[in-house]
């Protein structure tokens, strides 16, 4: 089996200016380009796969490579510093990363991801969104505790089901891992929220009360309202013929999350429910 690529590189700027699905938010940060939790077909529904940035791997596959940013906390300390002076700090929202997990195994060496963390808490912004799937983020409690109510760690969670995520996302922590870092989250005081994102089959009933206690809110949001069109990046990507051939076919429609929906609204309460871009921009 090839080895994974590493590659480090310099950024011009750490943050850029984002919008469209992500219109809550003034800025993307993306600590690395590339997402090793792709390798080996993980998370097929990735639509950053198809993207431009893509191409930043030569030619290796998706997921087989990671590129680190290793500038990028000192270019962060540098806009937010302006920021600060020109009095747009207190505002601003940003949302970390929307093109990668910012917890991707070379962090444990580079602790990019943690350096922009505690940029965060000497330049205070109005909230950052940290999503990942990694319980990696568990190593930046100390840091996620003084960032206080101005950081939302979201954990993406996709289906309470362990046998669909082997089957759909098998390079990813399991659901009991991940359910364990949103708990442990949730009883340290920080802002937690579950991204559903986007749904893969699963239990309704159960998935609504294991996420009353392991979130603050859930997201929840599927291939047709989240991919950005209407379904079609999704189709182009396989999923309805992945579905078939695994038997979820009934999973793969549009409004299949809204029995999902339903079950988590009857548990949680309406004002914990939200979805996909609407629920996305709620910061």
């Given at each position: 089996m090839?080895?994974?690529?590493?590659r480090y590189e310099?950024t011009?700027?750490?943050l850029?200016p984002?919008?469209?699905?992500l219109?809550?938010?003034?800025?993307?940060?993306?600590?690395?380009i590339?997402?090793?939790f792709?390798?080996?077909?993980?998370?097929p529904?990735?639509?950053v796969r198809?993207?431009?940035?893509?191409m930043?791997?030569?030619?290796?596959?998706w997921?087989s490579w990671?590129i680190?940013k290793?500038?990028?906390?000192?270019r962060?300390?540098?806009?937010?510093a302006a920021?600060?002076?020109?009095?747009?700090?207190e505002?601003?929202t940003?949302?970390m990363?929307s093109a990668?997990?910012?917890?991707q195994g070379l962090e444990?060496?580079?602790r990019?991801t943690?350096?922009?963390l505690?940029?965060?808490?000497?330049y205070?912004?109005r909230?950052?969104?940290?999503q990942t799937?990694?319980?990696?983020?568990?190593?930046d409690?100390?840091v996620?505790?003084?960032?206080?109510?101005r950081?939302?760690v979201?954990m993406?969670?996709?289906t309470d089901?362990d046998?669909?995520r082997r089957?759909?996302?098998?390079?990813?922590?399991?659901?009991?891992r991940?359910?364990?870092t949103?708990?442990?989250?949730r009883?340290?005081g920080i802002?937690?929220?579950?991204a559903?994102s986007?749904m893969?089959p699963?239990?309704?009933?159960?998935?609504?009360e294991?996420?009353?206690?392991a979130?603050?809110?859930v997201i929840?949001d599927?291939y047709?309202a989240?991919?950005?069109?209407g379904?079609?990046?999704s189709r182009?990507?396989g999923i309805?013929?992945?579905?078939?051939?695994?038997?979820?076919?009934?999973?793969?429609?549009?409004?299949?999350?809204?029995?999902?929906?339903d079950a988590?609204r009857?548990r949680?309460?309406e004002h914990?429910v939200l979805?996909s871009?609407?629920?996305f921009?709620?910061?």
């Amino acid at each position: 089996m090839p080895s994974r690529i590493y590659r480090y590189e310099h950024t011009s700027r750490a943050l850029n200016p984002t919008g469209g699905f992500l219109k809550g938010f003034a800025y993307s940060l993306n600590p690395y380009i590339g997402c090793a939790f792709g390798d080996a077909g993980g998370c097929p529904f990735c639509y950053v796969r198809a993207l431009p940035v893509a191409m930043k791997g030569e030619g290796a596959p998706w997921g087989s490579w990671v590129i680190a940013k290793t500038n990028l906390v000192e270019r962060l300390r540098i806009e937010l510093a302006a920021m600060r002076k020109s009095d747009r700090l207190e505002a601003a929202t940003i949302f970390m990363s929307s093109a990668t997990d910012p917890y991707q195994g070379l962090e444990r060496k580079l602790r990019i991801t943690r350096g922009a963390l505690e940029a965060f808490v000497e330049y205070p912004v109005r909230r950052v969104l940290l999503q990942t799937r990694s319980p990696m983020v568990e190593s930046d409690l100390d840091v996620l505790r003084r960032l206080g109510d101005r950081v939302i760690v979201s954990m993406t969670l996709e289906t309470d089901d362990d046998s669909v995520r082997r089957a759909i996302t098998p390079t990813s922590p399991s659901v009991e891992r991940r359910f364990k870092t949103a708990r442990l989250m949730r009883r340290e005081g920080i802002p937690i929220q579950l991204a559903i994102s986007p749904m893969l089959p699963n239990h309704p009933e159960r998935f609504a009360e294991l996420a009353d206690d392991a979130a603050d809110r859930v997201i929840v949001d599927s291939y047709f309202a989240g991919d950005g069109s209407g379904g079609r990046r999704s189709r182009g990507l396989g999923i309805g013929e992945l579905y078939d051939r695994l038997g979820y076919e009934g999973w793969f429609r549009p409004g299949a999350e809204q029995q999902l929906l339903d079950a988590m609204r009857r548990r949680l309460g309406e004002h914990r429910v939200l979805y996909s871009r609407d629920g996305f921009s709620a910061v």
